[in-house]
T-cell receptor, first 113, second 112 residues
Framework: DAGVIQSPRHEVTEMGQEVTLRCKPI?????LFWYRQTMMRGLELLIY????????DSGMPEDRFSAKMPNASFSTLKIQPSEPRDSAVYFC???????????FGSGTRLTVV | GENVEQHPSTLSVQEGDSAVIKCTYS??????FPWYKQELGKRPQLIID?????GEKKDQRIAVTLNKTAKHFSLHITETQPEDSAVYFC???????????FGKGTHLIIQP
């Protein structure tokens, strides 16, 4: 298995633009998590899915953020409109259970200018 | 929800010495405690974990200890080497389907 695959690896965009981050989990992993990492706040859970259904989105910072999982092999995190304070590394992780054995993707480094 | 505190934020040790990183958690129902290592520009990777029915676990130069009564757990690295330099994160599960809550991380620096 190629592991959790995220794209793009780097994204630079202008304030106000729409940004879409993509994730392909490990096959057979029923749980998918989106995390945001910054120096100030560390690793923050934004949202997670179980069998493609959003379970907890309490970490999504505001309505500008949305996430979907249309099927078991693909998820997106969208920011519209983007702001400079959204600059961070966004990680996707998947696992077989909600609490055990997370495998992280390589992350997307987002810079909003 | 769960709250995980991690100390210190930065730890510098001489090569060959031991390093200890400590974490506390708030939810007494938490039962799973992993540690992740993140090298610069890389993804977090699981290095060791422990469940609440075990007090200590070792894997070569690394070990983790858990004190359920005090609600704290620690990572111990012996005979540190330059490749141990990284950021280390502890985490705890809330006992339910809440996912993992991570500490803020410890930047471990191994001095030659």
């Amino acid at each position: 298995d190629a592991g959790v695959i995220q794209s793009p690896r780097h994204e630079v965009t202008e304030m106000g633009q729409e940004v879409t981050l993509r994730c392909k989990p490990i096959s057979g992993h029923d749980y998918l998590f989106w995390y945001r990492q910054t120096m100030m706040r560390g690793l923050e859970l934004l949202i997670y899915f179980n069998n493609n259904v959003p379970i907890d989105d309490s970490g999504m910072p505001e309505d500008r953020f949305s996430a979907k999982m249309p099927n078991a092999s693909f998820s997106t995190l969208k920011i519209q409109p983007s702001e400079p304070r959204d600059s961070a590394v966004y990680f996707c992780a998947s696992s077989e259970t909600p609490n055990y054995g997370y495998t992280f993707g390589s992350g997307t480094r987002l810079t909003v200018v | 929800g769960e709250n995980v505190e991690q100390h210190p934020s930065t730890l510098s040790v001489q090569e060959g010495d031991s390093a200890v990183i400590k974490c506390t958690y708030s939810d007494s129902a938490s039962n799973y405690f992993p540690w992740y290592k993140q090298e610069l520009g890389k993804r977090p990777q699981l290095i060791i974990d422990i469940r609440s029915n075990v007090g200590e676990k070792k894997d070569q130069r690394i070990a983790v200890t858990l004190n359920k009564t005090a609600k704290h757990f620690s990572l111990h690295i012996t005979e540190t080497q330059p490749e141990d330099s990284a950021v280390y994160f502890c985490a705890a599960s809330g006992g339910g389907a809440d996912g993992l809550t991570f500490g803020k991380g410890t930047h471990l620096i191994i001095q030659p």
